[in-house]
């Protein structure tokens, strides 16, 4: 059988370009006791995989992706053949896969799997239910539950964690102010995605003094995706004792040397700064718990998914591309 996958062509350098990939195409071998063959039938581009696509990235989740072998990310497959107990043709799974129309899943391999009969659209798995819905979930309910009335800022607020991260925030009763990189994008934070203020990350004031514009009372919990100067700013506007959750770091992950900001990491001890990492990841025993509250609020109209959402195998990488140039509202995935 014919398998086409996204390869890795070159090292990216900055952010991710369409040439730094090629499509090829393979046999697919037979599997192996206790494989499963799936087929994918949705790719998740996820910002954080751009980290492992550096040389010297490898670390416990996953080592540096090699060159011209197929991208490492997350699809949702239905398995079409099996020789493991453990899964039944027909089975959906969420797994971390690479860019491919067919996988072969090992023992080993970061799977969990799906009820068998979907209660919402396939995509929202990839992400209000998926990974990045859980990081937006956890950074606000276990990490830093905002109290009412309280100020969360969220950077890359309207990407895939930070549209269900503002939509958490308001649900608490904070008030949740997004930032971004355009006037259009701004718009659907606040006209889409519900967030009372928003700030563009290339206004010509600088984004210190933006953010302190729409946060005259200060900001009492950041929700930090992207680090970098945007980190820099938001710990300028912190209050006293608040609370950042270091979900990502976007501009680490494309930066061309050693990062030169946050330079004003002493604020931390000056304010009583309390700075927590998330890795969801961690918290696989707690998705199917959090992903039935994350249901509700569906259902309850309280919590909205939106999507940027591009077809075909060829399309994977473009769609990857597009995310690190912000022209993504919403989540990015590919339908296979
Ligand atoms: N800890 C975990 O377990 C976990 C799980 C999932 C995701 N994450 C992290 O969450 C973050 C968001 O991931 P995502 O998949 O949801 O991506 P996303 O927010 O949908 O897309 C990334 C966004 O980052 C912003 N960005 C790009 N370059 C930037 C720059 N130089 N400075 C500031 N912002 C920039 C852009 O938004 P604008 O143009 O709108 O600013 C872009 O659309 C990533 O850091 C990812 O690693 C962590």
Redesign the pocket.
């Known amino acids: 059988m014919k398998n086409r996958s996204i390869i890795l062509a070159k090292r990216p350098i900055g952010?991710p370009k369409s040439d730094d990939f090629a499509l090829h195409e393979g046999e697919l071998p037979d599997i192996q006791d206790n494989e499963i063959l799936v087929k994918n039938f949705a790719i998740s581009?996820?910002?954080?995989f751009r980290?492992w696509m550096n040389e010297d990235a490898g670390d416990e989740i996953l080592p540096a992706m090699p060159l011209g072998e197929p991208v490492m990310g997350l699809s949702l497959c239905e398995v079409i053949e099996t020789k493991n107990s453990e899964y039944a043709v027909g089975d959906k799974l969420m797994a971390r896969f690479a860019w491919q129309e067919y996988s072969i899943g090992k023992p080993g391999d970061f799977i969990a799997k799906l009820p068998r009969d979907l209660s919402f659209p396939y995509s929202y798995y990839l992400g209000v239910l998926g990974?990045?819905g859980m990081?937006a979930y956890f950074a606000l309910t276990e990490i830093a539950p905002p109290k009412e009335g309280q100020t969360v800022l969220i950077?890359?607020?309207?990407?895939?964690?930070?549209s269900i991260a503002g939509q958490i925030a308001k649900i608490y009763g904070a008030r949740a102010v997004g930032?971004?990189?355009?006037p259009e994008?701004c718009n659907f934070l606040i006209n889409d995605l519900g967030y009372d203020a928003a700030v563009n990350?290339k206004a010509p004031e600088g984004q210190a003094e933006a953010i302190k514009a729409v946060c005259p009372d200060g900001v009492d919990i950041f929700l930090d995706?992207?680090g970098?100067?945007?980190l820099q700013a938001a710990i300028t506007n912190m209050n006293h004792r608040g609370r950042i959750v270091m979900?990502?770091?976007?501009?680490h992950?494309?930066s061309e040397g050693p990062p030169t900001a946050p330079n004003n990491l002493f604020e931390l001890s000056s304010k009583e700064i309390t700075a927590q990492?998330?890795?969801?990841?961690f918290r696989h025993d707690e998705y199917d718990a959090v992903r039935q509250q994350l249901e509700t609020w569906l259902s309850e109209g309280k919590l909205k998914s939106f999507e940027h959402k591009l077809n075909g195998i060829e399309n994977v990488a473009v769609a990857f591309c597009q995310?690190?140039?912000?022209?993504?509202f919403g989540?990015?995935v590919v339908d296979l």
Do not use: P, Q, W
């Open positions: 952010n581009l996820d910002a954080g980290n990974d990045t990081s950077s890359a607020a309207g990407g895939a964690v930070g930032i971004s990189s355009s994008k990350r995706n992207v970098g100067e945007t979900i990502g770091a976007v501009t992950y494309t990492g998330l890795m969801t990841h995310m690190f140039d912000g022209k993504n989540k990015t």
